[in-house]
């Protein structure tokens, strides 16, 4: 009975200490990344918008969003950088080839209604 009151510290403090240093480990990683922004860089915000990196400032970014159109974030706003590979591949390949579907596509299309 002696040992049940230290036993149930340690097994309270012991989760909390490695959640606190889970914490730390996933600040530094946020914070050496918008440290080490440059310009051309593709970001995601923490808000979701994607944009291309344009200017930056010691507190502030200057994000390209859409063509001529540039906003200013906090750097604290940025959640990641994207990799030139990842923004390759979310770019869908414009195909002009129409899609050919069958008689029975197609009368299955019309008469669903």
């Known amino acids: ?15 909390m200490f490695f ?5 730390k480990r996933e600040a530094e990683k946020v914070s050496s990344l918008q440290e080490g ?11 979701g918008l994607y944009g291309t990196v344009v200017d930056l400032d010691d507190t502030t970014v200057d994000l390209e969003i859409a ?3 540039v906003t200013t974030w906090l750097r604290q706003a940025i959640r990641e950088v994207r990799a030139e590979e990842q923004a390759a591949e979310e770019t869908p390949a ?20």
Request: proline share 6%.
């Open 1 to 15: 009975m002696d040992f049940l009151f230290p036993l149930l510290i340690l097994a309270l403090l012991v989760p």
């Open 19 to 23: 959640g606190i240093r889970k914490q």
């Open 37 to 47: 922004l440059k310009v051309g860089d593709q970001v995601i915000t923490t808000s």
């Open 67 to 69: 063509e001529d159109v």
């Open 94 to 113: 414009a195909t002009d080839a129409p899609v050919e579907e069958s008689a029975e596509q197609t009368e299955t299309r019309l008469t669903k209604d």
